[in-house]
């Protein structure tokens, strides 16, 4: 949950010029990673525990480098 002090601050990916198929997250709200689909920045946000958001982006980078 966030408050008024504690507002998301949204970013995507310098690698997301794709046509607005994008995804966008902040890393502002202590523990939790929320998640939004670019194109209905005023849609749901899901809301991905900060642990659980570290796992997925160490299982992508490790496929990556694999």
């Known amino acids: 949950?966030?408050?008024?002090?504690d507002s998301p601050r949204w970013?995507?990916?310098?690698y997301s010029n794709?046509?607005?198929n994008c995804i966008e997250?902040?890393?502002n709200i202590p523990g939790v990673v929320p998640v939004r689909d670019s194109k209905d920045p005023g849609g749901?946000?899901?809301m991905i525990p900060a642990m659980a958001?570290?796992?997925?982006?160490?299982?992508l980078k490790a496929a990556?480098?694999?």
Not at 1 to 5: A, D, S
């Open 64 to 66: 990556r480098l694999g």
């Open 11 to 14: 970013f995507k990916s310098s």
């Open 25 to 27: 997250v902040a890393a």
């Open 44 to 46: 749901p946000a899901l």
């Open 53 to 59: 958001w570290g796992a997925f982006l160490d299982t």
């Open 18 to 20: 794709n046509g607005g």
């Open 1 to 5: 949950m966030t408050t008024t002090t």
